[in-house]
């Protein structure tokens, strides 16, 4: 598999730029996603990243087609 670093640090930096820019935009939003991220249990959360990385590969599978 080749690997494009180029493509890999551009896109790392836009999701660093996605997420600066909702601290930017809405920091009491924010703030309150946290505060409910803390009352969540690990499953929960874990649960939530699968389903992040799993619509992410979906994503980026759909786009590549």
Do not use: C, H, Y
């Amino acid at each position: 598999m080749n690997i494009d670093t180029s493509l890999f640090f551009r896109a790392l930096g836009l999701a660093i730029v996605l997420e600066g820019l909702f601290w930017a935009v809405a920091p009491k939003i924010m703030r309150q996603v946290m505060t409910q991220a803390l009352e969540k249990n690990n499953e929960e959360l874990r649960n939530m990243g699968v389903i992040a990385i799993l619509s992410g590969l979906i994503l980026i599978w759909l786009l590549g087609s």
